[in-house]
């Protein structure tokens, strides 16, 4: 794998690293960190060992006194281990632990120690558009930005096999549920999902199976870290909204390959679900980097009004609406204008598949591919706009 820049950066404390398998935590890391100790549980050899008995670790520490940074990654598969990590770090002098995963489910669901605050929590995305030296959004719409994926001789090949993996190597190895045919059923229908408004009880109709266990099957998702949601803004609301949360995919690749598609589908709106799938993994990920208590919502009133989101935090407070088409119309900016009334404060923008750069009404209209490329954590999410805009 290509070794790109990333915008990640390395505390100088202990830290958990999370991300979905395929983002690139293991490779990067071995190049950052050259000279620390390396750990990688997905050695049977190793697994075994440290499941039998975790103070094993300290032997390998006093083999290695020199390293002032110990990796220990996929450390989901000995959660024992925290507890000798949290002992190391009580000692005088401690050397710097970073702790990768690409499964939240058995830290945040057993009983396991999590070092009581001494380590901090960090998420590696995929790939933002500025990372890349030569991002063509046709291509990210179609096979997604996972570094897995776009460093593959074989990238369709890649994705096709990515969804499987997971069943695989997580979902039965770990055995987090007994019928992998109905979870996979589940896959499929959570699918049509991304993009839109949570309903629990319509995917359990399409799997035929009950509201509880889609339930399961969606923790399942999001503890792997291959789904989150997009909760409501109401912060000082003055109108009713929805209460249901947004539903995505981490990455519109995988959206794709899991996206059954046929003669009835109007590729139109799949390719709006991408679009705006792929701004929405953007966002979060400029908000993780960032800092800055950022975090990405939606805002739906009941009546309809709606724009798809709302950045919100010290780093500032954005309204952006998404359009899969190379033309705003004014109409298009109805619900950005209705939010900019309840929230002037908000700085307020439409991305769509045009060329131009416009001001609307004081609304700016960015092409989507531009505001990704520009789009890097610490500044500003919404750049200048160079030259003279068109109103």
Not at 136 to 155: F, H, K, T, W
Not at 187 to 199: K, W
Not at 208 to 214: T, Y
Not at 289 to 304: A, D, I, K, L, Q
Request: net charge neutral; hydrophobic share 40%; with cysteine.
């Amino acid at each position: 794998m290509n070794i790109l820049s990333r915008f990640f950066r390395i505390p100088e404390q202990s830290f958990f690293l999370f991300g979905p398998r395929g983002t690139g935590k293991s490779t990067w890391l071995r190049a950052q960190l050259r000279d620390s100790l390396y750990l990688d549980l997905l050695e049977p050899g190793l697994q075994r060992s440290l499941a039998a008995r975790p103070e094993r670790l300290r032997d390998s520490l006093s083999g290695s006194p020199e390293a002032r940074t110990v990796v220990i990654d996929e450390i989901q598969r000995v959660p024992e281990l925290l507890s000798v990590v949290h002992a190391v770090l009580e000692e005088p002098s401690p050397p710097r632990f970073v702790l990768t995963g690409s499964s939240a489910r058995k830290l945040r669901r057993g009983e396991v120690n999590l070092l009581g605050g001494r380590a901090l929590h960090r998420t590696l995305h995929p790939f933002m558009a500025s990372e890349l030296p030569d991002f063509d959004l046709e291509q990210a719409l179609r096979i997604g930005l996972v570094p897995l994926v776009v460093d593959a001789s074989s990238p369709e090949h890649t994705l096709e096999a990515y969804a499987s993996l997971y069943i695989d190597q997580e979902v039965r190895a770990e055995g987090l549920t007994r019928n992998v045919g109905a979870f996979a059923r589940f896959l499929e229908a959570i699918s049509f999902s991304h993009g839109g408004q949570l309903n629990l009880a319509a995917v359990a109709r399409e799997c035929e199976v009950s509201r509880q266990v889609v339930a399961a099957y969606l923790g399942i998702l999001e503890d792997l870290l291959v789904a989150f949601r997009v909760p409501v803004f109401r912060m000082r609301a003055k109108r009713a909204t929805v209460a249901r949360d947004k539903f995505y995919l981490f990455d519109v690749g995988v959206f794709r390959s899991l996206r059954p598609t046929g003669p009835l589908d109007r590729p139109g709106d799949i390719d709006g679900q991408a679009l705006e799938g792929l701004v929405a993994q953007h966002l979060r990920a400029w908000a993780a980097y960032t800092g800055e208590g950022s975090s990405v919502y939606y805002w739906r009133t009941r009546g309809g009004t709606e724009v798809d989101f709302v950045v919100y935090g010290r780093a500032g407070f954005h309204a952006f609406e998404v359009k899969n088409a190379a033309r705003v119309h004014s109409a298009d900016l109805r619900g950005l204008r209705t939010f900019r009334t309840d929230y002037p404060e908000a700085d307020c923008a439409m991305l769509y598949r045009g060329s131009e750069r416009l001001n609307i009404d004081g609304i700016w209209c960015l092409p989507v591919e531009d505001f990704l490329q520009e789009m890097t954590p610490g500044q500003r999410l919404l750049p200048q706009v160079r030259g003279t805009p068109r109103v």
